[in-house]
């Protein structure tokens, strides 16, 4: 082997897999002496950072196309193997699915570390892990308790498994570091990681006054900086927390917090200092701790809760496990093992030697030996010859999601519906539509890792606000337009406009990430969807279905809200029982504005309630609806919104809109979700590529100067205002295309080729 890549993460955030990263590529340099190692750093939205000099390639954490520009990359450079430090909440897209795309298109062995192997994963982290499994030679993990998980849970083959050990630094004994750290005569507690609420070290902290009473000289350490993911939630309230129950308790004077990141040097620094170790975590199913396989190494006395990881590391006395959440366990296994020395020089020696099998460069020898068979299996079934893919075999680029004129047309009251060219206009104020539209786009970006999240939970607290505010709950009505003086304009907005809104609600409480969003958009939601029951409108009706949907991602249980899916659903396959014929397969004898809605409502309900009848409607429906909406030429041409096309009539032609190629969009490839046909990937795309200037025109819509969308194309120009409809619809399209893009898209016919009716 000459050339080796590993694929880490070098971002503050992910400070364990960074240090971890870099320790790797150190052992691996020993261990494989003359192989060019080096590392794929993982960047967040184009910030910078200092990396280690063995990083020679970043990828933006959300954009898809840097993972595409990376195979290539590592392609091109003839590595001859590639090393994935793999853990949630690296890699971007659902799950983390972005790294597939990466993964999909390497022609050399892979050999993937899991620092998480969950028992329970949600869908989308099953489906990641499986196919890193399939695309993976060999999949490495860090205890037998992960090797377990992933032959019962995902189905891997024992055979495909190599149990490396977490490596561990030198760590030697000098008798100077607590002068050094100030602690000089004490008997030093330390827990070392970032903070965040798991860590239970306020348990520690309740255990001291009773620990301080045996033993006055003790001293707790807490170093590490707060998580920043906590740090973004809720700031320091953890950390402040526990500074305040140390003063109410009286230990202050026993405590010392070091809030920041350490380096390698320093962390030896305090270990050599410490006594006794402790990991109070509050997750049972936690399967590896850097910080715990640091301390055991070292040689340290610990004290652990029985997390798994912990069981296997402190087995056979080579640490104490204690209750969960038991400040009193703690307490006594602390004034037990610094009243008994000998005890705990025991402990240490048998921590210790357990611990020579960890060090980097054993380690680096045991991944070196994971490679060699990776290699072996990797030439044993390669093809014959590699041949580069062409665009046909791989999806083209797409726009990177901005919010920049999202945010440019909204104000502290919500968004304006219009602008004139890019510039909000005023003299219209707002919409309920509108602001809906927005919050159900602010739900999908949460929902699926947001390169901003901060701004995203912004705006859509400022979307949600608004939309509570429209609702009349003496009527239990929304009020749609208001004026940009807050007035309301009626006393009662449309039913479309009501069905829209429960649509945004049931995203938030389906997808949402803290539950005050979610408790008032469960009040409202309940309020609102009576009202229902009395509204005629097919789109309402559809709307609201689609909104249902998003509710049960968190109540399916709930049979008040089942009760009305099926009424509802039952009411549009009616409408659309009475109405069609052979030539008209659809719901009215009209098709006008936001069509491919109806469709896609009766496909997912007829999904979700194993109703065939109701399925195959749908799919009836939307299959017509594309012959309608194709050009001569087989580009999506929506139905005119001046005239819209009546039974035994002509389409019209113009003009254009963009909510009827998002309606498209979403439709078609919830149909590829329900059947799997390949062909609607590729409709799904087709409609999308209308904003990207497959139109009689040729031209654009989406503005990338801007990050809006143009109003939409009339006969001989495109309409130059970029409102807040036409962008929200433009983004939520992209969105959707931009997830399905994580699917396997391999095979998938040219234009050429594919029928589109």
């Given amino acids: 082997m000459n050339r080796l890549a590993i694929i880490g993460n070098h971002l503050p955030r992910h400070c364990g897999i960074a240090t971890f990263t870099t320790h790797l590529a150190e052992a691996l340099s020993t261990a494989l002496p003359g192989v060019d190692s080096f590392v794929l750093a993982m960047n967040d939205a184009g910030r910078r950072h200092s990396y280690p000099s063995r990083v020679r390639f970043e990828i933006e954490e959300a954009d898809i196309e840097s993972y595409r520009r990376a195979a290539d990359f590592l392609n091109v450079n003839q590595v001859d193997l590639l090393s994935v430090q793999h853990e949630y909440g690296i890699f971007g897209g659902k799950a983390g699915a972005h790294i597939l795309t990466l993964l999909r298109e390497l022609r050399m062995p892979i050999v993937t570390t899991l620092h998480t192997v969950l028992s329970a994963p949600n869908p989308a982290q099953r489906a990641v892990i499986e196919e890193l499994a399939r695309l993976s030679s060999r999949l490495i993990v860090m205890s037998a308790s992960g090797a377990d998980l992933l032959r019962r849970v995902h189905g891997v083959s024992s055979e495909q498994i190599d149990l490396v050990p977490h490596g561990i630094p030198h760590v030697p004994v000098d008798v100077g570091s607590k002068e050094r750290l100030g602690v000089d005569g004490k008997t030093v507690i330390l827990t070392f990681g970032l903070l965040s609420r798991d860590k239970g070290i306020e348990h520690v902290i309740d255990a001291l006054p009773a620990i301080l009473a045996v033993h006055p000289d003790i001293v707790y350490i807490i170093l590490g900086a707060t998580h920043p993911h906590v740090v973004e939630h809720e700031g320091e309230a953890y950390r402040l927390m526990l500074e305040a129950r140390g003063q109410q308790l009286g230990v202050a004077g026993s405590m010392i917090f070091h809030n920041r990141f350490v380096s390698q040097d320093e962390l030896t620094e305090f270990l050599s200092a410490t006594d006794i170790y402790i990991t109070p975590y509050l997750q049972p199913e936690q399967i590896t701790s850097g910080t715990l396989a640091y301390a055991v190494g070292a040689g340290k006395s610990v004290i652990s809760t029985p997390y798994i990881y912990a069981r296997e590391l402190l087995a056979e006395g080579r640490g104490v496990l204690i209750p969960w959440r038991d400040s009193s366990a703690i307490a006594r296994e602390v004034i037990a093992l610094v009243g008994d020395p000998d005890r705990r020089r025991a402990m240490c020696a048998r921590a210790a030697a357990y611990g020579v099998g960890m060090t980097w460069p054993a380690v680096g020898e045991r991944y070196a030996e994971s490679f060699a068979r990776a290699r072996t299996e990797h030439r044993d079934r390669r093809r014959t010859a590699f041949h580069a893919q062409t665009l046909a075999g791989r999806p083209a680029g797409l726009p990177d999601m901005t919010l920049k004129h999202v945010r440019a047309m909204t104000d502290d009251t919500g968004m304006l519906q219009h602008a004139v060219f890019s510039v909000p206009r005023y003299d219209d104020g707002y919409c309920l539509d509108d602001n809906a539209r927005a919050l159900l786009l602010m739900a999908l970006l949460e929902d699926a890792g947001a390169d901003d999240p901060a701004l995203v939970r912004t705006l859509s607290s400022r979307y949600l606000a608004f939309v509570s505010y429209a609702f009349d709950r003496a009527t239990g009505r929304f009020r749609n337009f208001l004026s940009y003086g807050r007035h309301w304009l009626e006393p009662r907005g449309s039913e479309d406009s009501h069905g829209r809104a429960l649509w945004a609600l049931g995203a938030i409480i389906g997808r949402a990430g803290d539950p005050d969003r979610q408790h008032l958009a469960s009040d409202l939601f309940h309020a609102a969807i009576p009202a229902v029951t009395t509204f005629t409108s097919p789109r309402a009706w559809a709307f609201t279905l689609l909104g249902l949907d998003e509710y049960f991602r968190a109540f399916q249980g709930d049979s008040t809200a089942q009760a009305r899916r099926e009424e509802l659903a039952d009411r549009l396959l009616g409408l659309f029982q009475r109405t069609s014929r052979p030539d008209w397969p659809w719901f009215e004898d009209s098709v006008t504005y936001c069509n491919g809605r109806l469709a896609q409502a009766l496909i997912v309900s007829g999904d979700r309630m194993n109703r065939p009848d109701m399925l195959e409607a749908g799919m009836r429906a939307l299959d017509w609806l594309i012959s309608v909406q194709s050009s001569p030429d087989r580009q999506f041409a ?48 087709w409609a999308f590529n209308w904003f990207l200037g497959e139109n009689h025109l040729q031209h654009w819509l989406f503005d990338s100067a801007t990050g809006g969308c143009r109003d939409g194309l009339h006969v001989d120009r495109p309409n130059q205002n970029q409102g807040a409809e036409a962008t929200l619809s433009f983004l939520l399209a992209l969105h959707e295309v931009r997830a399905s893009t994580a699917l396997d898209v391999a095979g998938l016919p040219v234009l050429a080729q594919l029928s589109l009716t």
Avoid: T
């Fill in 638 to 685: 929506a139905i005119g919104s001046s005239g819209f096309y009546s039974r035994g009539a002509v389409p019209a032609a113009f003009d254009q809109q963009p909510v009827e190629a998002c309606a498209m969009v979403s439709a078609c490839l919830d149909a590829y979700r329900v059947h799997g046909d390949k062909r609607w990937l590729f409709r799904a795309r």
